[in-house]
């Protein structure tokens, strides 16, 4: 069932489906992760219904590019971005985002976002009955590989790549980035409570960038109460 609803904090609203994945922590987590100035040049790959670009149109002067494969999901992203009148400062491409290099020159962008399929897929993948949520959530139509490489290709000189991720992917991610010349530079282990294990990261590559690495700051999301804690909270200025 389509529903219309709050992007919680920042004006904004955000067309979902409930027999789809809707927006979640992971796409603020990654917003509030950036570095952002209001002059760059930015894409979001594997975009969704667009949260991720909507909330950069809060704070970005120029304009967006956002990429989703799955037509439906698509087709809510164009929905968000028209109910906010967001046209001229979103382009959302219905297309697969290995293509975008026939579409953007090289040493393109300044930044590159992306939420992306988490998980593997083999024999031994437990995949969702719903085609469309098993490709958003596995990679069946796009890997890290694929994510790392495209970002070389597109991404200025000094450019970055920021990902959230599963800590269990988190030496593929870097193995990967290393072998692209994407320097990893920040990373941030998100944790659900106090002394529970990670069960989230985010982390920044550049392109062609220097061999130091920052660990930030673990954030835990909720208190032994379950509420989110106080610093998650401001993230969706509740």
Do not use: W
């Not at 992971?26 to 969704?48: A, M």
């Not at 976002?113 to 993948?125: D, I, M």
């Not at 980035?177 to 990670?198: G, L």
């Amino acid at each position: 069932m389509k529903v219309v609803n709050d992007l919680l904090g920042y004006n904004l609203k955000i067309v979902q489906d409930t027999d789809y994945f809707n927006y979640s922590l992971d796409s603020v987590l990654l917003f509030k992760f950036l570095n952002i100035r209001k002059n760059q040049k930015i894409i979001d790959i594997c975009s969704g219904n667009c949260p991720i670009p909507l909330m950069l149109s809060t704070v970005v002067d120029n304009k967006l590019y956002a990429v989703e494969i799955q037509k439906e999901i698509y087709e809510l992203g164009k929905e968000s971005i028209k109910i906010n009148g967001l046209e001229d400062k979103i382009e959302l491409l219905n297309m697969d985002a290995k293509e975008l290099t026939n579409k953007f020159e090289t040493d393109t962008f300044d930044l590159i976002t992306c939420n992306p399929p988490y998980f593997k897929v083999n024999e031994q993948s437990k995949k969702n009955n719903n085609d469309i949520k098993s490709i958003a959530r596995h990679e069946i139509m796009i890997n890290i590989e694929d994510i790392v490489k495209l970002s070389r290709k597109l991404l200025k000189n000094n450019g970055s790549l920021v990902l959230v991720h599963r800590p269990e992917r988190l030496s593929d991610i870097i193995k990967t980035m290393v072998d692209n010349n994407i320097s990893p530079k920040r990373i941030q282990f998100i944790y659900p409570k106090e002394n529970t294990e990670s069960n989230m990261l985010l982390i920044e590559g550049t392109k062609n960038g220097n061999n130091s690495l920052k660990v930030l700051e673990p954030l835990i999301i909720h208190a032994e109460n379950g509420e989110y804690k106080k610093e998650i909270q401001d993230f969706f200025r509740i």
